[in-house]
């Protein structure tokens, strides 16, 4: 499952990791890493919105429509497109009662659970448990009332299934799995993207051919979106006080990590920990099963370093589900880095008798 480690390679590894979780420690004892009042306020003006939209839906009025109506009295920045979800979620769950809606997100999120128990059941112990008592702490963050309002919520559990059927060799299935994540939320487009590219890496051209058909069809379904929201755009309307390309950094990205039920309650050394299985295995896995794994950390720690405003913790949602399998993985790579480690030792110690 892990490439060879040399004992040079081991012990650089374990510097960048020490150092890394050193960094994320003085992030989290610092007072400005818990979320400010601002950042609350908004959370929950989010869920209201969003709230207020779905019912409006299932009343049978346009989403756009009234996705402009509470936009507008709510002061929301309406001249970024960003700001405006796209409604394909919106459409699904419009014709279910909220009740409904919320037990299907929970059933989500309990397949989620099974299929991490099947991908990771060749795992070592220690691997497989900690990989589903992080994924329960996921699933946990979707049974709230509000989660089934927020995309996010659905996207992280359809990525973290698409990694799963990778990681069972289902290709084209893992395909689709990730395109359906893609019409629920945009923030899983890079997640598209890096699949696609190790797909025709791989020379798997079906695969590709999935990714290829689902790309255009989101294309022409985002287009179709903006076009919506250009007509219904006025001028004078509010935009973001900064950019999108924030450059949050290590604060942010560790707000991100407590979405998952378990770290919003733990000790704050819990959060870097979690950040040090994660970067153990961009270096240590070769296997082409965790191929989309790895690379779906990269991208998403590379990305919440720079990109999301202040108030967008509740991306972490989206990549709640993904730290889970990565802890399996980052629990084997630490313990073949801590045999390599060991037995360099003993070796220095013959050699030294």
């Known amino acids: 499952m892990v490439r060879a480690v040399t004992p040079t390679r081991a012990r650089i590894l374990f510097a960048v990791c020490v150092i890394t979780a050193l960094a994320a420690s003085i992030f989290e004892i610092r007072p ?7 950042t609350i306020r908004t959370a929950a003006g989010d869920v209201a919105l969003f709230r207020a939209v779905m019912a409006r839906v299932r009343a049978g009025e346009p989403y756009h429509l009234a ?23 919106y459409w699904v769950t419009g014709v279910l009662h909220p009740d409904a809606v ?17 991908a990771m059941k060749t795992r070592s112990a220690p691997a497989l448990v900690g990989a589903l008592f992080v994924q329960v702490g996921a699933v946990v963050s979707v049974m709230v009332p509000s989660a089934p309002l927020l995309t996010e919520a659905w996207a992280g ?84 006080a900064q950019s999108w390309l924030y450059g949050g950094g290590l604060g942010f990205l560790l707000r991100t990590l407590r979405t998952n ?18 970067a153990l295995i961009a270096a240590c896995l070769r296997a082409e099963t965790a191929c989309q794994l790895r690379a779906a950390v990269l991208v998403y720690l590379a990305l919440f ?20 399998l990565a802890t399996a993985e ?22 030294g008798s």
């Open 102 to 118: 919320r037990v299907l997100l929970m059933g989500l999120g309990g397949v989620v659970l099974v299929a991490t128990g099947i």
């Open 157 to 240: 559990m359809l990525l973290a299934l698409s990694i799963c059927a990778y990681q069972l060799r289902a290709w084209r299935t893992a395909a689709c799995i990730g395109l359906l994540a893609l019409f629920v939320r945009e923030l899983a487009a890079p997640y598209v993207v890096v699949c696609a590219v190790l797909a025709a890496w791989r020379r798997r051209w079906a695969e590709v051919a999935t990714w290829l058909v689902g790309a255009l069809l989101y294309f022409a379904y985002y287009w179709w979106h903006v076009q919506e929201v250009r007509q219904l755009q006025q001028p004078g309307d509010l935009a973001h």
């Open 32 to 38: 400005s890493r818990a979320p400010t009042s601002s």
């Open 67 to 89: 996705m402009a109506d509470e936009l507008r009295p709510r002061k929301y920045p309406t001249a970024s497109v960003f700001n405006w979800r796209t409604p394909a979620l």
């Open 305 to 324: 370093l720079v990109i999301g405003q202040p108030f967008n913790d509740y991306w972490g949602l989206l990549t709640a589900p993904i730290w889970a």
């Open 261 to 278: 039920a378990w770290l919003l309650v733990s000790p704050g050394w819990l959060p870097s920990a979690s950040l040090l299985l994660a």
């Open 330 to 351: 980052g629990v084997e790579a630490l313990r073949t880095l801590t045999a390599v480690a060991r037995r360099r030792s003993a070796a220095g110690h013959e050699t």
